[in-house]
């Protein structure tokens, strides 16, 4: 409680510092959770143009073989948990709340311990760099691969331990981010008033609370034949190395979703703002997003299709895949539809929309083509899967997520981003996503696999690995220009007012960026579209008519999770000491937290 | 205005920036003689992959330039502009959302049909009087067993033109993918388990293939080559294969010290060739590929160096450092006994 005072008096650096360790609010939490993942994702994309300079021709030795299998799976691992997915977050964090009026989560101080636990795992993954051990397995992690006697290193206990961290953070964000969408709305905020945003962070977290069980068996399996020799995945054993393919797609497959839906959730609250039109189809969006959440679990299989499960099993696989295309193309023809008639003002957040739309489409019909099974044969392993999961991560997920950024940046600084450095960002990652992506669909067909470190020149393929490698390098040309927009919009400082854009949701009716309790008082909602609605919203007060309480800050949270990492270095460690030491803070951690009083 | 215009030709620039690089990548993929290519397959098995995978491509094609031209045609056409009226604010149709969910479903029945059609056909079953070979992933080569004909060999897959084979594979250490693209699609090669790939090629030619499936640090360097031989040098070859190699007595004085150098045993014991090496008559080690007739093959190494004295002498120099994690270790070999072993190595043809 000493923290909460120093938040209010004292401006030091060390106790702003303190007041970020402490802080339970959404907001505030959010921005950690962006500025994080943010630097996760440079540094996978600092892996990506290593990669894309080793394969710009053939048999290069820009780096070894080894270390070339460690960039690529950090490469994957980082840029799926450790930037998509917290990126993601940050905007569950800041701006869920807001839509939804409320004025935080339902658990602020497990909001913290999520973010810390993410962030401590982050760090345990990438310090295996240092030791010349990154993990080198694959993102996918196959048995037999990761076992003691082929994998003899810390590599892999690495990934193993910093993926099951990062499954408790997710875990946790996940509970607590259900319980505040159903339990937290505003008076008035019934479900199918609910933006998009936030259902499709309802469906997002449902996936998460069901998916990372089914990888953290999985991973529990493998930690355990390799410190404790069981043989969940030792075949001399009587184990089956297949076992680990279902349990990882089975988790690895909904994980698509995890990282898609925000997306087209953001997506889903841009388009409108920016057509100035009300999302058409609202209820089929919700449903196809429940729909994709749902049929996304059937499906796993097809990332299995080489293994030869028999003609039955390739057939159903086949086809519960190729359903999933209808709910997302129902999406792709209602975003269509919201901007029919509209008035589209092509600002940089409505850009990042636009070109989402144009490139998920392509990485949805190469998807089509891997549904079929028999196709499939040819394609799975190839270059061309790489080319459709970046036109589906790059050119979906991450022009979404800027597309996002762009749109509720102003709502969080309370400065607007420059437009023109935000077209150039736009149109250097666009043409670089497409040079860089394009190419790799035909270096697939023309048989070069992928996760090799080097290739043949016979294989004909030089020149467009060229033109991806210089694709790649534009991209990362484009995400400089987006730092320097952000350095250079800090010091023009442009005023963002309310509601620069003119939207409908709730978030943007109150200032920029939100005062610590978000709403005065908590609106009465009338509407799905309250800023558009012709029933006008019941005002908020500029100035709360009463004390407002809200959840103090709390160290708790974050020495429970130095409690886990703790831990997790014991194992690392095979240090019985170190891993009773991190058990005994995490268990002293959670109970001063749970006894600690709650309001300021 | 000067703007608008600006960005209109940017945009124009842009088109003909895709415009080229998607055309260039056609050109490039079209022409040309691509050993691993999945676009021009020589056997059955491929053919029927080839034409499933070109029915979906046009179909991708065809919503491909549907949804595209709708969404620029949106764009330009709604696109703001100084006196734009409001718009209508208008909430859905239901008859639109019934028409594109069965738009899609009804393309995807198309696809469907011949998938799952073609997937009843590539199950890997062969007719009964089909060659069967049992293919062994290796971290990181290939072995082949001709059971039928008691041969051993390694890297390159010697096939008959127009006979049906089998391929009956397992691994020996991690899951691989065999992968000759011009023969149709790869299947996964693991321990404790049994996977089929069954063809019938038609094409007499050498075609390149390689592990699809990450397999550890020189995933990258497991090669093959598929050899589709017309069936009298099939015939041929087997019988080269099926032959004792080359006796001691017409070996010249180095192969003869190479001979011997391959038959000593050196410590550490994993530093003698015929601790891991097999060569009929002379040696039995079973890790490393059965060398017996090492000189009739097209390359060494699993597929990435030539069969020649100068590849072999690099080899035998340095195997770590071509072949990363291999578990061919460097023995520390003298330039003197390299050049002999290098010498008999050459006479097992």
Redesign the interface.
């Known amino acids: 409680m000493a923290t909460a005072a120093l938040t209010v008096d004292a401006p030091g650096f060390g106790s702003r510092v303190w007041s970020w360790i402490t802080t339970t609010d959404h907001k505030r939490i959010g921005i950690l959770y962006g500025v994080t993942a943010f630097v996760f994702f440079l540094l996978g994309g600092l892996e990506a143009l290593v990669i894309r300079a080793q394969l710009a021709q053939s048999s290069a030795d820009l780096v070894s073989a080894d270390f070339y299998n460690q960039l690529f799976t950090m490469h994957g691992t980082t840029m799926v948990f450790l930037a998509i997915m917290p990126l993601s977050a940050a905007f569950f964090n800041y701006i869920v709340p807001l839509q939804i009026g409320a004025r935080d989560v339902a658990f602020p101080r497990l909001n913290a311990f999520s973010y810390w636990v993410f962030l401590l795992g982050g760090l345990l993954m990438n310090a295996s760099f240092f030791f010349g051990a990154a993990p080198n397995g694959g993102w996918f992690g196959y048995a037999n691969l990761t076992s003691t006697q082929y994998s003899p290193g810390l590599n892999i206990d690495f990934w193993v331990l910093g993926l099951q961290i990062l499954g408790v953070a997710s875990i946790a964000a996940g509970i607590n981010f259900l319980v505040t969408i159903i339990n937290l709305r505003a008076p008035g905020m019934r479900m199918m008033r609910l933006p998009v945003f936030t259902w499709m962070t309802l469906v997002t977290q449902f996936i998460v609370v069901t998916a990372f069980p089914v990888i953290t068996v999985a991973l529990v399996f493998l930690m355990f034949d390799r410190t404790f020799g069981t043989t969940f995945y030792s075949v001399a054993a009587g184990g089956d190395v297949l076992l680990w393919q279902h349990l990882f797609w089975l988790f690895g497959h909904p994980e698509v979703y995890i990282l898609i839906l925000p997306a087209m959730g953001m997506v889903s609250e841009v388009i409108p703002t920016f057509s100035r039109k009300p999302l058409f189809g609202y209820a089929v969006i919700v449903y196809s997003g429940l729909l994709i959440a749902i049929l996304g679990w059937g499906v796993w299989a097809h990332h299995m299709f080489a293994v030869g499960m028999g003609p039955v099993a390739d057939a159903v696989f086949s086809s519960t895949t190729m359903l999933i295309a209808i709910p997302t193309g129902v999406k792709i023809f209602n975003w269509l539809a919201t901007m029919w008639g509209g008035k589209l003002s092509l600002k940089t957040p409505m850009l990042f929309s636009l070109g989402f739309i144009a490139m998920f489409v392509v990485g949805g019909l190469s998807g089509v083509m891997h549904s079929s099974a028999a196709a499939d044969l040819q394609q799975t392993d190839s270059y061309f899967v790489v080319a459709h999961i970046h036109y589906v991560l790059y050119g979906g997920a991450i022009q979404g997520i800027f597309s996002g950024i762009y749109y509720w940046w102003p709502k969080m600084t309370g400065w607007m981003l420059n437009e023109r450095l935000g077209k150039t960002h736009f149109w250097l990652s666009f043409i670089g996503l497409n040079l860089a992506f394009f190419p790799m669909h035909f270096i697939g067909l023309l048989g070069m696999p992928r996760r090799i470190y080097t290739y043949d020149a016979v294989l004909g393929v030089d020149a467009m690995n060229f033109m991806s490698t210089v694709g790649a390098f534009i991209i990362g040309l484009s995400t400089i220009v987006f730092v320097v927009n952000v350095w250079y919009s800090r010091r023009e400082r442009i005023e963002a007012g309310m509601d620069p854009w003119g939207a409908a949701t709730l978030e943007w009716s109150i200032p920029s960026p939100p005062p610590n309790y978000n709403f005065t008082a908590i609106p009465e909602v009338v509407s799905r579209l309250p800023q558009w609605s012709d029933t006008e919203m019941k005002a908020i007060p500029t100035e709360p008519e009463g004390e407002i309480h809200m959840p103090g800050g709390s160290y708790w949270p974050a020495v429970s999770a130095v409690g886990i990492l703790v831990l997790a270095v014991g194992a690392l460690l095979e240090s019985l000491a170190f891993a009773l030491g991190g058990a005994v803070v995490l268990v002293v951690g959670i109970y001063a937290w749970a006894f600690e009083p709650f309001e300021m | 205005m000067d703007i608008t215009l600006r960005h209109e030709r ?1 945009r124009r620039r ?1 088109g003909a ?2 415009g080229v ?2 055309a ?3 050109v ?2 079209c022409g ?8 021009h397959p020589t056997a059955d098995f491929g053919y ?3 034409s ?2 070109r029915t ?2 046009w ?2 094609v065809a ?2 330039v549907i ?2 031209t ?2 620029m045609y ?2 330009v056409k ?3 502009r100084p006196g ?10 239901t008859l ?2 019934v028409a ?2 069965l ?3 009804v393309v ?1 029945v198309f ?2 049909v011949p ?2 059609r ?7 079953d062969a007719p009964e009087d089909a060659l069967v070979i049992d293919v062994v992933g290796h ?1 990181w080569w290939w072995e082949y067993r001709y059971q039928d004909f008691g041969v051993t060999t390694a890297t390159d897959l010697h096939v008959p033109q127009g006979q049906p084979v089998q391929l009956r594979m397992t691994s020996a ?3 691989h ?1 065999f ?1 000759v ?1 011009k023969i ?5 090669v ?4 049994t ?2 790939i069954a063809f019938t090629p038609d094409s007499v030619g050498a075609y ?14 497991m ?1 093959l080559r598929l050899m589709v031989d017309p069936p009298d040098d099939f015939d041929t070859w087997v019988r080269g294969q099926q032959a004792a190699p080359s006796e001691a007595v017409t070996l010249d004085a180095d192969a003869q010290r190479g001979r011997e150098a391959f038959a000593a045993v050196r410590t550490p014991g994993n530093h003698s060739c015929l601790a891991c090496h097999a060569v009929e008559g002379l040696a039995f080690g079973a890790l490393g590929p059965n060398l017996t007739h090492l000189a009739s093959r097209s390359s060494i190494a699993g597929g ?1 160096l030539p069969m020649d004295a100068d590849a072999l002498t690099r080899w035998l120099r340095d195997p770590l450092t071509i072949k ?2 291999s578990l061919m270790p460097d023995i520390d070999l003298t330039e003197d006994e390299i050049s002999t072993l290098v010498a008999y190595l050459l006479t097992l043809r």
């Open positions: 940017g842009l920036l895709l690089m998607l260039g990548s056609v490039a993929a040309g003689d691509y050993p691993q290519s999945t676009l029927q992959v080839d499933l995978f979906i491509f179909w991708a919503v491909f949804v595209e709708m969404l949106v764009i709604y696109r703001e734009s009226p409001d718009p209508r604010r208008i909430h859905g149709s639109l959302e594109w969910t738009a899609p479903a995807l696809i469907a998938t799952i073609t997937i009843m056909n590539v199950t890997g971290q250490d991690v899951i993918s992968w693209p149709g699609g790869k299947r996964d693991m321990p404790g388990r996977t089929f390149y293939g390689q592990c699809a499936e990450f397999c550890g640090e020189s995933h990258a360097h090669r990435i990363p994690g």
